[in-house]
C-alpha cells in the first residue's frame, strides 16, 4: 500500500463535508466535526487527506508533547524548555483504533517505579502525539462512552490528566477532532453528539457521471499514486496557503451585533439544550467569514453555520433522525435581520404550523385472527387465515406503535465481564472497588491499602532500615472494580393474528419501543426475530443500532397461525452464534407473547421443549405477556416458568408500576449461569 495520501483536492463532491473540515482547520475552537455516512463514501479517505494540507508546526527539539517553542507549556513533563532552535515538522494524523484502553489514549503511569524508587516514569499516550495536529477516530460510535467522554473532555478543555493513586500527570492536548460514524451500527448518545461542534451528513452521489469520475480517479491513484498526485499538487498547494490567510485573518473578523442576534434567536427557535450550540455557531460562523476572505460576519455565514451546527443538536428522541427544518430557519434569519433600534418587516409571531400531519387518522385494518386448535382455544374473534403453512400475504395489515414510555429495568443475574453499559453488574474498568487481587499483565489501578498490606508482613525480614517501605513486585495489589456492561437484548415477537386482535399490536408495539430505547440508554445490542404463519423470522440481526430495530418493528405486519416454537429456536441458533462472536457479552431474552402456539397439535408442547432448552442454558429470560380479554389462559405465564424467568403484563412493564417488581426475580439455573 502507498505511502502517498490520496489528495484532498481530488475528492468529488461531498461539499460540506469539505467545508466542514476546512473550517475546523482554519479554527480548531470550532470543536470538530462528526461526519454521518453509509460504508464506502470516502469519509476515512478526505479525513486523511486534510492532514496533508495543514500548515506544518515548530516544536521543541526532543519534546514527546509537541511544545510550541514560543509558547511552551509550563506543565509539561518533558519541561521546563530552555531556549533552543525551533524544529519545523508536518502536524501529526493520529489515528485511534477501536478497541484502545484508557491508558493508551491518556498515557500510563509505572507505578511500581513510583512506588518502589520515586520515579514519576510516564509513557505519552495518543494524545500528546495528536497535540497540535490532526485526532481522527473511526467508527467513533463503537468507542465505549467512557472513551469518548475522556477524549471529548481533552478537546474542550485543550488538556490531558493522569491521575494515578496521587501520582499526577497533565500536558496540552490540542487537537483537530474528527469522528466517522457508520449510523446503521449504532447512534451516540445525544450528549456526546452534542460535544462535536459540528456534524455533516454524508452518502454516496446517484449520479452516474459523478459515480463514474470517482471509480476513474481511484483506479488512477492506486495505478500511480506518486503521478496522480503530482497532478494535484499545485491545486494542493493554494488550497494549504488558503487555509493558511484564514487562520490569519481570523481575529480580525468581526462578529456584529446583528449576526449574533440572529445566532441566538435560531438557537432559541430550534429549542437546542444548552449554550454550546450558540458558541460553536458563533465560532463557524466567524470561521466562514475569514475562510472567504471577509472580516465581518454576514447572514449567509449565520445560515451555513446553523446548518452545520444545528441538525444533531435537534434529536428529541433516540429514534429520531439528524434534520433542519430550512424554511423555519429562514424566517427566523429574517426576522432577526435588522438592528435593534430598526423597524423589522413584520413583528408578529412565525407561523407555528409545521409542515407535514400527524399519523394517518384512518381506521385500522381489521386483524387476522389466529385458527384455534387444541393446543389453545382462542377468545378473540376469527377472521380468514391463510391455510396452514401458507405464505403470509404481501399486503398484511401493519399497526402502528404506540407512544414509548419508560419502562422497569431487566438486569442479567451474576456479575459479568462485557462491555461497559448501564444495565447488568460486571467487572469494568470504571464503577467502584469491591476487591483486590494480583496484577493480570500491567498494573494500571493500584489497590494502595492492599499493597501495603501485602508488604508489611516482610519488612523486617527484608531488612528495612529507614521509614521507606521495601517493596517487592509480588507485594503489588491492583483494584477489581464493579460497574455495570451492556447486553445482548434479543427480542422475540409475536405477531400472529391473535396479537392483532382488538388493535392490541399497537399496544405491544409501544412495549417493545419503550424496551428498545431503554436498550438505547443502556448501550445494550440488539436483535428480533418475529413469528407468525408458519416460520420465524430473524427481522434484525444483533445490532448497535436500535434505529433500525424501531423502524423494523413499525413496519411489522401481523396475522397467521402462531409458530411459538420456531420462533425460540430461531432465538437459540441466534445466541449460540452471538456467544462464539462475543463470548463476554451476556444475552437476555425478551418474550413478547400471549403464549398461544398453533400449527400442529402439540403446538404447545413443542414450545415447551424449545423453552426448556433455552432455560437449560442458564439463560435470563422474561415473558412480555400480551394476553387481554375477559377470558385468560395464563399460557405466558406458563412459558415464563419454563423458560425460568418473570412473566410481566403490559401495565406491569411501566416504570411508576409495582415498586421493584423485576429487580425480585432470579432465572433458574443462576448459579450455573453465574459460573
Known amino acids: 500500500m502507498s505511502d502517498v495520501r490520496y489528495p484532498f483536492t481530488a475528492i468529488v463532491g461531498m461539499a460540506d463535508l469539505r467545508l466542514g473540515l476546512l473550517l475546523n482547520a482554519v479554527s480548531p475552537a470550532v470543536g470538530g466535526v462528526l461526519v454521518r455516512g453509509e460504508k464506502g463514501t470516502a469519509k ?34 518533558d519541561g521546563p524548555h530552555a531556549l533552543a532552535a525551533a524544529e519545523e515538522r508536518p502536524a501529526h494524523l493520529v489515528e485511534l483504533p477501536v478497541g484502545v484502553s484508557e491508558d493508551r489514549i491518556v498515557g ?32 467513533v460510535n463503537l468507542l465505549q462512552d467512557h472513551v469518548v467522554d475522556l477524549l471529548l473532555d481533552a478537546a474542550a478543555m485543550g488538556r490531558s490528566y493522569v491521575e494515578r493513586e496521587g501520582v499526577s500527570v497533565r500536558h496540552a492536548a490540542r487537537f483537530l477532532l474528527v469522528g466517522t460514524m457508520n449510523p446503521e451500527e449504532g447512534e451516540l448518545r445525544p450528549q456526546l453528539l452534542d460535544r462535536f461542534g459540528l456534524t455533516v451528513e454524508i452518502a454516496a452521489t446517484r449520479d452516474p457521471g459523478e459515480r463514474a469520475e470517482v471509480v476513474r480517479r481511484r483506479l488512477a491513484y492506486d495505478a500511480d499514486p506518486d503521478g496522480f498526485a503530482a497532478r494535484y499538487a499545485e491545486d494542493e498547494r493554494e488550497l494549504a496557503e488558503r487555509i493558511t490567510a484564514a487562520r490569519e485573518l481570523l481575529p480580525q473578523v468581526e462578529l456584529t451585533d446583528v449576526a449574533l442576534r440572529q445566532i441566538t434567536a435560531v438557537c432559541a427557535a430550534f429549542e437546542v439544550d444548552g449554550l454550546r450550540a450558540d458558541i460553536v455557531m458563533a465560532r463557524t460562523a466567524v470561521a466562514l467569514a475569514a475562510w472567504d ?35 423555519q430557519l429562514d424566517r427566523t434569519l429574517d426576522e432577526h435581520s435588522e438592528g435593534p433600534d430598526d423597524e423589522g418587516p413584520d413583528n408578529e409571531g412565525p407561523d407555528d404550523e409545521g409542515p407535514g400531519g400527524g399519523p394517518d387518522g384512518g381506521g385500522a385494518p381489521e386483524p387476522v385472527g389466529d385458527a384455534p386448535d387444541g393446543s389453545a382455544a382462542s377468545d378473540e374473534p376469527s377472521e380468514t387465515v391463510p391455510p396452514q403453512g401458507a405464505p403470509a400475504k404481501a399486503n398484511a395489515p401493519v399497526a402502528a406503535a404506540g407512544e414509548p414510555y419508560r419502562t422497569r429495568l431487566f438486569k442479567v443475574p451474576g456479575t459479568g465481564k462485557g462491555a461497559q453499559g448501564r444495565r447488568s453488574p460486571a467487572e469494568t474498568d470504571g464503577g467502584h472497588t469491591i476487591r483486590s487481587r494480583r496484577p493480570q499483565g500491567h498494573l494500571s489501578r493500584l489497590h494502595l491499602s492492599a ?7 516482610h519488612q523486617v525480614a527484608r531488612g528495612r532500615d529507614s521509614r521507606a517501605l521495601v517493596l517487592h513486585r509480588d507485594d503489588f495489589r491492583e483494584q477489581v472494580r464493579q460497574g455495570r456492561e451492556s447486553n445482548l437484548v434479543l427480542f422475540v415477537v409475536d405477531a400472529s393474528g391473535s396479537m392483532a386482535a382488538r388493535q392490541r399490536m399497537t399496544a405491544v408495539k409501544g412495549a ?13 445490542k440488539i436483535g428480533m426475530i418475529t413469528f407468525r404463519g408458519a416460520s420465524a423470522e430473524l427481522a434484525l440481526p444483533p445490532t448497535s443500532s436500535v434505529e433500525v430495530g424501531a423502524a423494523r418493528l413499525e413496519q411489522l405486519p401481523t396475522g397467521g397461525r402462531t409458530p411459538l416454537a420456531a420462533g425460540l429456536l430461531r432465538a437459540h441458533e441466534v445466541l449460540r452464534v452471538e456467544r462464539m462472536r462475543d463470548p463476554h457479552r451476556r444475552p437476555l431474552l425478551v418474550v413478547v407473547t400471549d403464549g398461544r402456539a398453533t400449527g400442529g397439535r402439540d403446538a404447545l408442547a413443542q414450545a415447551g421443549q424449545a423453552a426448556g432448552l433455552l432455560a437449560g442454558q442458564g439463560l435470563a429470560s422474561v415473558v412480555l405477556d400480551c394476553e387481554a380479554g375477559p377470558v385468560r389462559l395464563g399460557l405466558a405465564r406458563t412459558l415464563a416458568a419454563q423458560l425460568g424467568g418473570p412473566a410481566v403484563t403490559l401495565d406491569e412493564l411501566r416504570a411508576e408500576g409495582v415498586a421493584a417488581l423485576v429487580h425480585a426475580h432470579r432465572p433458574v439455573n443462576h448459579d450455573r449461569k453465574a459460573a
Not at 476572505?293 to 446548518?307: F, H, I, S
Open 451 to 457: 499493597t501495603l498490606q501485602a508488604a508489611a508482613p
Open 512 to 524: 417493545v419501543m419503550s424496551l428498545l430505547m431503554d436498550a438505547y440508554q443502556r448501550r445494550d
Open 44 to 77: 476515512s479517505t478526505m479525513v486523511r487527506a486534510l492532514a496533508g494540507l495543514l500548515p506544518s508546526i515548530a516544536t521543541v527539539p526532543g519534546c514527546r508533547f509537541a511544545c510550541d517553542p514560543a509558547s511552551a507549556d509550563p506543565q509539561c513533563p
Open 293 to 327: 476572505g471577509r472580516t465581518e460576519v454576514l447572514e449567509e455565514d449565520v445560515r451555513k453555520a446553523a446548518q452545520l451546527a444545528l441538525p444533531h443538536r435537534r434529536r428529541r428522541n433516540p429514534f429520531d433522525a439528524p434534520g433542519l427544518d430550512e424554511e
Open 108 to 139: 500510563s503511569l509505572d507505578l511500581e517505579r513510583a512506588l518502589a524508587e520515586g520515579v514519576k516514569a510516564y509513557e505519552p499516550g495518543l494524545l500528546a502525539k495528536a497535540h497540535r495536529g490532526v485526532l481522527y477516530i473511526d467508527e
